[in-house]
């Protein structure tokens, strides 16, 4: 389930970024009056600044996601040892 909401959300990021262009007005004002690779090229370079926060946030989250799974495996572990500890000292008495 996390899996596939997690590929939907990429499949959607993936195509709809070549129709997300953005400019401010200013940019769009200037840009309109002059060359269309001009223009292309702002939208472009505007697309890729967008990226790495994006990049970041999931950056910070995979990283908060990987220390809960280790730390939820050690849980795991000691309480295990711990029950382990309890059987074979009740087992002795």
Wanted: aromatic share 16%; net charge positive.
């Amino acid at each position: 389930m996390f899996k596939k909401r997690i590929l939907s959300c990429f499949l959607v990021f993936v195509f709809t970024i070549k129709s997300s262009y953005s400019q401010c007005a200013m940019c769009k004002a200037v840009l309109e009056s002059g060359d269309s690779g001009l223009a292309e090229g702002v939208n472009n370079g505007i697309s890729y600044l967008m990226v790495f926060p994006y990049l970041l946030i999931g950056g910070l989250f995979f990283t908060l996601y990987r220390y809960k799974k280790t730390k939820l495996k050690i849980n795991n572990l000691i309480r295990v040892n711990l029950c382990n500890i309890i059987y074979f000292r009740s087992s002795y008495l």
